[in-house]
């Protein structure tokens, strides 16, 4: 999220906490703007909307 520009950048303001302990270790954070979620096996994913 910082290196996307925090709350200026594309992802905008966190809409959700971050929620860990999901499958395969992962853990997910949604935004206005997308999603940032994280496995170990694939790292980290951004996706926006």
């Excluded at 170990?40 to 951004?46: M, Q």
Aim: aromatic share 12%.
């Amino acid at each position: 999220w910082g290196a996307l520009g925090y709350e200026k950048g594309k992802l905008g303001y966190p809409t959700s906490n971050e929620t860990c302990g999901l499958a395969n270790g992962g853990c997910v954070q949604n935004f206005q703007g997308g999603t940032i979620s994280y496995t170990a096996a694939l790292g980290t994913k951004v996706s926006f909307k």
